[in-house]
């Protein structure tokens, strides 16, 4: 009970200081169960929406850079080592469940052949619908939108958009001998 009443008050101050900070940028209700430790890091003129009810467990990262939006609705539970990175804007439907180390990205590092990989991105912004679930180690790339009531299973990486109420699952054999 102590401790809820502790994380509660955590909570209150970090919002209170993220808006002061950042005012309209970070758009985050008060009512939420952030981890103490989830990074929320905007960059630029990044900006943060958190609908009520949220939780964000241990080690959830969530950057927001440039001019992008990242939107969370109400009631989407990211367990932890979770990450949303978005340089373009991410949107998150209401009621959402990410299992343990989901990751989300609108962006990617430019590659040529000639030079390899350079510090340049190209973006594109991912929508996840409402009551979606993103099972453990599930990885989002950039330009993807995953319609409404969608289930994606563990270890899935999704580069394609995914029609309302798909259930996707990495086909596996497992063989012992």
């Not at 209700?29 to 939780?55: D, M, T, W």
């Not at 991105?121 to 993103?134: E, M, Q, R, Y």
């Not at 990486?157 to 086909?171: R, T």
Request: charged share 15%; net charge positive; glycine share 10%.
């Amino acid at each position: 009970m102590i401790r809820s009443i502790i994380v509660i008050l955590y909570n209150i101050i970090r919002i209170t200081i993220g808006r002061l900070c950042h005012g309209r940028r970070y758009a985050v209700h008060y009512l939420q169960r952030i981890s103490p430790y989830c990074a929320l890091k905007l960059f630029q003129h990044g900006r943060l929406v958190i609908s009520r009810n949220c939780e964000f467990a241990h080690g959830c990262d969530i950057e927001v850079f440039d001019d992008a939006t990242i939107s969370i609705g109400e009631g989407t539970y990211m367990n932890r080592y979770c990450m949303v990175s978005a340089h373009s804007g991410v949107s998150i439907g209401k009621h959402c469940l990410f299992g343990a180390g989901v990751k989300v990205f609108d962006n990617n590092h430019v590659h040529t052949p000639e030079k390899g990989v350079s510090t340049q991105l190209t973006s594109a912004p991912v929508v996840i619908g409402d009551h979606c679930w993103l099972a453990s180690g599930v990885v989002i790339l950039k330009g993807v939108t995953i319609g409404d009531n969608c289930v994606v299973g563990a270890g899935c990486i999704i580069y394609h958009d995914l029609p309302a109420g798909s259930v996707v699952y990495n086909k596996q054999e497992l063989v012992v001998r």
